[in-house]
């Protein structure tokens, strides 16, 4: 009755619908939030297997090429993107390669195979050349002959040792690092504890597009966009001065990574939000490339 006379009935009663309703939709954000993640894994195993079909299609288109030109080539027995718990399977297993004194030759090869390799090849060294920049491992037997392309290369070096020389972090995401991907209008930055992500920052810039062109001159409309990346380069900069990591890798359009620091860098097509392009960005960089010699 006293909660009647002073309103308190109505006023609680609209207090359990307003709950009910913030429910309701805390149900259909969490739904959502659901269905974004397994569409987001959907979309990266879709972008794995892509980009295994076009390693294959690009094997076989140069396969198809020098077969039309009559040229006898060596052919690598496989090429293979390597992701996720398929590529530490793989770097286990050459890391436990044991072939005896003086029985396995690593080498890192940043163009032109050095001739202690060419000699331990033999006629399988010209594929070493198709696969730089890579990682080789090549037991003195030819049971493992492999190349593998790091995204966190080494200095150039080969040699002849019991197990293979391997360094996880040339080849997979391990220890703390933060990796930033740069557009022209747009920067993502996350810091990574052995790939998994423990913060973010990000934001887009107000860069003219070749549609916005209006009236602007051609010259002016260029010198006026060029000032405008020049601004976000600083801005991006800026952000990275104050990243906590012990390494830093910067991928995204390649004409602007030259402007940063890194301890490596690499051209990756990272689209959409700020978010997104990390992720996606991230997967690109740590995909490892694998050619079997």
């Known amino acids: 009755m006293l909660d009647d006379l002073l309103g308190r009935t109505e006023l ?6 307003l709950e009910a309703e913030a429910d ?5 954000l969490d739904a959502e939030a ?5 569409a987001a894994r959907k979309r990266q195993a879709a972008e794995r297997r892509a980009n295994e079909l076009e390693t294959k299609i690009e094997e076989l288109q140069d396969r198809l090429d020098r077969t039309d030109s009559g040229d006898a080539a060596p052919e690598f027995r496989d090429r293979i993107a390597l992701t996720g718990r ?3 399977r793989v770097l286990a297993l050459l890391e436990s390669l044991d072939a005896g004194p003086e029985g396995v030759l690593t080498a890192y090869v940043a163009d032109d195979p050095p001739a202690r390799l060419r000699d331990a090849l ?8 198709r696969a730089a920049p890579c990682l080789v ?10 190349a593998l392309r790091p995204p966190n290369p080494p200095e150039p070096f080969c040699e002849w040792g019991q197990t293979a020389r391997i360094e996880r972090d040339w080849l ?10 740069v557009r022209a209008d747009l920067f993502a930055v996350g810091v990574y504890r052995d790939g998994d992500r423990r913060s973010f920052d990000g934001f887009t810039s107000n860069v003219k597009s070749d549609h916005s062109k209006g009236g602007f001159s051609q010259a002016r409309f260029e010198r006026l966009r060029d000032e405008q990346i020049q601004a976000h380069l600083k801005e991006c900069q800026r952000a990275l001065a104050d990243i906590d990591a012990d390494r830093l890798f910067v991928v995204g ?14 051209a990756v097509d990272a689209t959409g939000d700020p978010a997104d392009a990390l992720a996606d960005a991230h997967t690109d960089f740590w995909t490892l490339p694998l050619s079997l010699l």
């Open 12 to 17: 609680k009663a609209r207090i359990d619908d």
């Open 24 to 28: 309701s939709l805390q149900q259909q």
């Open 34 to 38: 659901d269905r974004r993640s397994e």
């Open 86 to 88: 398929r590529r530490d």
């Open 122 to 129: 033999g006629d399988r060294a010209p594929l070493v050349a």
């Open 137 to 146: 491992v090549h037991d003195r037997d030819g049971i493992v002959s492999t």
């Open 172 to 181: 997979a995401p391990t220890g703390r690092y933060a990796l930033a991907v």
């Open 253 to 266: 359009q390649d004409t602007l990574l030259d402007a940063f620091d890194a301890a490596a860098t690499a």
